[in-house]
């Protein structure tokens, strides 16, 4: 923590570039990029979105649980304590974000109303641009 910041906050968790960003990116399909690199959140969030895309919430769900989980532990491996800034700004950071909205997409898809409200809140508290970025503001 910088002596300079905010001393109630924990600095912003920024996490590393996921090489399997470039390949989505690249055009590459989701579901063979999930299988060649399965903590991807990025790869997990472009099949939740693909799958919420098609109209298959129940997938999208599993999809996105499994990115958000998987961002989960990227993030606590890089000094994420379950809370404090995760901007939307640092590329590397959206496919735990966009992991995230899709699971909140999903959850409102099956009505699980109190999992969207703390999603939504975690998206909020983790960077307040995050949420219309991701068309969920």
Same mark, same amino acid.
């Given at each position: 923590?910088?002596?300079?910041?905010?001393? @109630?906050?924990?600095?912003?968790?920024?996490?590393?570039? =996921?090489?399997?960003?470039? /390949?989505? +990116?690249?055009?590459? =399909? !989701? %579901?063979?990029? +999930?299988?060649?690199?399965?903590?991807?959140?990025?790869?997990?969030?472009?099949?939740? /979105?693909? %799958? *919420?895309? %098609?109209?298959?919430?129940?997938? +999208? &769900? %599993? &999809?996105?649980?499994?990115? &958000?989980?998987?961002? *989960? =532990?990227?993030?606590?491996?890089?000094?994420?304590?379950?809370?404090? !800034?995760?901007?939307?700004?640092?590329? !590397?950071?959206?496919?735990?974000?966009?992991?995230?909205? +899709?699971?909140?997409?999903?959850?409102?898809? #099956?009505?699980?109303?109190? /999992?969207?409200?703390?999603?939504?809140? @975690? #998206?909020? =508290?983790?960077?307040?641009?995050?949420?219309?970025?991701?068309?969920?503001?």
């Amino acid at each position: 923590m910088s002596l300079h910041g905010n001393l @109630l906050e924990p600095d912003a968790t920024r996490l590393p570039v =996921d090489p399997a960003a470039a /390949e989505l +990116a690249g055009g590459a =399909d !989701p %579901a063979s990029v +999930a299988a060649a690199n399965p903590s991807s959140s990025f790869a997990w969030a472009a099949l939740a /979105e693909r %799958a *919420l895309d %098609a109209g298959d919430t129940v997938a +999208a &769900y %599993a &999809y996105a649980r499994t990115g &958000y989980h998987r961002s *989960l =532990d990227a993030l606590r491996r890089n000094g994420w304590k379950g809370f404090g !800034p995760v901007p939307w700004a640092h590329e !590397p950071n959206r496919g735990f974000l966009r992991s995230t909205g +899709a699971l909140l997409r999903a959850a409102e898809g #099956i009505g699980e109303t109190p /999992e969207v409200e703390r999603l939504r809140t @975690l #998206i909020s =508290d983790s960077d307040p641009e995050a949420l219309g970025a991701l068309g969920l503001g």
